[in-house]
């Protein structure tokens, strides 16, 4: 069974930090990109970062500079290190896994409240 799970999120000062985690079980970890997306109350899902299977990363311009996303495969973990945050960055982020070829499959986990107070 595929799980992934997050943690890490809570409530933050804006300009303070958070570091969310997704630990993955069930798939090879190794072979997924993987994804933070995030979820404001009454807006779209949105992308946020991605690190692929072979380690290149890449992130929404709204998060740029300050969020940093990392994988450790022999912990099966992803991370998303976040810096400077703001109110704006308040939401539900959720990790995403993909097998890099063919993007065949589509795993989430169950999110992570992150809410920054101004």
């Known amino acids: 069974q595929v799980q992934l799970v997050e943690s890490g999120g809570g409530l933050v000062q804006a300009g303070g930090s958070l570091r969310l985690s997704c630990a993955a079980a069930?798939?090879?970890?190794?072979?997924?990109?993987m994804y933070w997306y995030r979820q404001a109350p009454g807006k779209q899902r949105e992308l946020v970062a991605t690190?692929?299977?072979?380690?290149?990363?890449n992130y929404a311009d709204s998060v740029k500079g300050r969020f940093t996303t990392s994988r450790d495969n022999a912990k099966t973990t992803v991370y998303l290190q976040m810096n400077s945050l703001k109110p704006e960055d308040t939401a539900v982020y959720y990790c995403?896994?993909?097998?890099?070829?063919?993007?065949?499959?589509?795993?989430w986990g169950q999110g992570t409240q992150v809410t920054v107070s101004s």
């Open positions: 690190i692929t299977m072979s380690g290149l990363t």
């Open positions: 995403n896994a993909k097998p890099a070829v063919g993007h065949t499959a589509d795993y």
């Open positions: 069930g798939i090879t970890f190794s072979i997924n990109d």
